[in-house]
């Protein structure tokens, strides 16, 4: 019941990805306000994500994960209700910037498993948790175009709030507080900071298109990211509690499992972005489908199904041959699902195999990340980590994004006087996911050894777990 709980929560917190993507083309009428203001709707949800889940990760492991699970879900649910009643662009991004600052459910979920539940069971939950970061993208698009087309689009908002708020009450009436406490000082400069790299980074990486590479502005906003991630690091180093415990990360286990998350979100995201686009293409481009995008969103479906059905396989494997020989599987049948992408392009159900090969593998990938993470992490920084680790990967699938825009932008054709991505973008992009899934699989091959992860449960000095308890 507990996993059911919290695989429900992270579900609901990752459709906030694909929620208003059915609406992107119409929001601009809706507002009142110009495509270029309103594709911050989307925007302003990636930025709030990035911003809060390294902070939520420490502030569970400090205050309680649950009690942090909790704050974010009722964020979610003031988030969605703000939408539900938006009638024009400032509420909208307000709701939506609360909507994402609850994207830390998801590690704080993996984090509370590794607390509450016993051994035997965890591989499997933890699994099943992390997958949900791609199930519920994958499951949202076509639920909020059916949505859409049915009904009022406030609708699509209001079912969001009710989604979260039967999730916070589940928690809260089923989900036991471990009791493990870190205990010190939240690092409120060190917080201050990373969120400031963060939102130069991403900004530079999501606008850039927009605002043109060459004009030197989001060149610029990277060397400051840069530039305050530096003095970042310096200061995490000296304070006597950090938010991220930099001694920790660069142990070769974690830093090269980040590394791999990282290029395997790139991976991830490329086809999420190819799929629906050649599948919407008119017929007269000569590779498009012409489907509308709730036939997109039911194509892509059974890519989140079969991640969650990867979910105990990728528990298994991980328990008999060590959770590096999982992710290097999950990196090899991504690698096939672009391949056979490659030269099946022809037909719907060719696309549908691909997409679904693909999130098989990433469904492996996914619940082998935070075995890995949690076998190098003390108990009480376990919620910091998974949360570095959620973060990797969304900045892989924000530069996923970055890419493909600037692919599809200048690889174009011209049919029938209008200018679209020609069929070589969207082959290179997929190409580009093949060989990103490849070098996920050889930094996972200097992975360390299988180890166990109670070898990890031992407190740093700075550390004060207050006496856990054990519900079930």
Known sequence: MIVAVLAFGGIVVSLMQTLVIPLVPVLPDLLGATAGD??????????????????VGRLGDMYGKRRMLLLSLAVLVAGSVLCALSTSLAPMVAGRVLQGLAAGVIPLGISLMRDVLPPERLGGATALMSASLGVGGALGLPAAALVVQEADWHVL????????????????????????????????????GLSVALLLLLLAVSKGSDWGWGSG????????????????????????????????????????????????GFSMFAMSLVVPQLLQMPEATGYGFGQTILVAGLVMAPNGLVMM???????????????????MAGALLVALGYGLSLVLMSGIW??????????????????????????????????????????????????????????IANVTMTAGG???????????????????????????????????????????????????????
């Open 217 to 264: 502005v989001p060149g610029a906003m990277l060397a400051a990211a840069a530039a305050v991630l530096l003095v970042w690091g310096w200061w995490e180093l000296r304070a006597p509690h950090p938010l991220v415990d930099l001694r920790v990360s660069v142990r070769r286990q974690v830093l090269l499992t980040n590394a791999a998350s990282l290029v395997f």
């Open 350 to 407: 060719q696309l549908m195999l691909a997409s679904t090969v693909i999130g098989a593998g990433v469904g492996l990938a996914y619940g082998a990340m935070p075995a890995l993470v949690m076998a190098a992490v003390p108990r009480s920084e376990t919620a910091a980590a998974n949360s570095l680790n959620t973060l990797m990967r969304s900045i892989g699938t924000s530069v996923a994004s970055a890419v493909a825009g600037v692919v």
């Open 38 to 55: 309103t594709a911050w709707a989307v925007t302003a949800t990636l930025l709030a994500a990035a911003v809060a889940t390294p902070t």
């Open 418 to 472: 209008e200018v679209f991505p020609s069929r070589d973008a969207f082959t290179l992009l997929l190409g580009l996911g093949a060989l990103a899934a490849l070098a996920a699989f050889t930094v996972a091959a200097f992975l360390p050894r299988r180890r166990d992860a109670s070898a990890a449960d031992t407190e740093p000095a700075h550390a004060s777990p207050a006496p856990a308890t054990r519900g079930a």
């Open 157 to 192: 908002f209001w079912v969001a709030a009710a989604l979260a708020a039967t999730a916070a009450v589940l928690v809260r009436a089923l989900v036991p507080d471990a009791g493990v406490r870190a205990g010190g000082r939240f690092d409120l400069p060190g917080s201050a």
């Open 309 to 327: 059905a990867m979910s105990p396989v990728s528990a298994r494997i991980s328990r008999t041959r060590g959770p590096k020989t999982t992710l």
